[in-house]
């Protein structure tokens, strides 16, 4: 089974997702083992959620995030 992770875009910067409140649908954004995180309502931010995968350079890929890559015509 695969780590559930998020990251969420809020005012055009990316953050890591440390609490979801669904029933209060509110997110925690931001490191908080002292519980000092900004929250936000839920239909304020774009969540996107870990896929378990890593790019060539060990960079966790989240769903929703666009991926490219140069083609090279020989």
């Known amino acids: 089974m695969r780590e559930l992770k998020f990251k969420a875009l809020y005012k ?14 509110i997110i925690q954004l931001g490191e908080t083992p002292a ?8 239909s304020e931010v ?8 890593r790019d060539k350079n060990n960079i966790e890929i989240y ?6 890559s140069q083609q090279i015509e020989i």
């Open 12 to 25: 055009g910067k990316i953050y890591e997702v440390s609490a979801i409140n669904w029933f209060d649908e």
């Open 35 to 42: 519980g000092n995180g900004i929250w936000v309502k839920i």
């Open 46 to 53: 774009s969540i996107n959620q870990y896929t378990g995968l």
């Open 63 to 68: 769903e929703g995030v666009v991926v490219w």
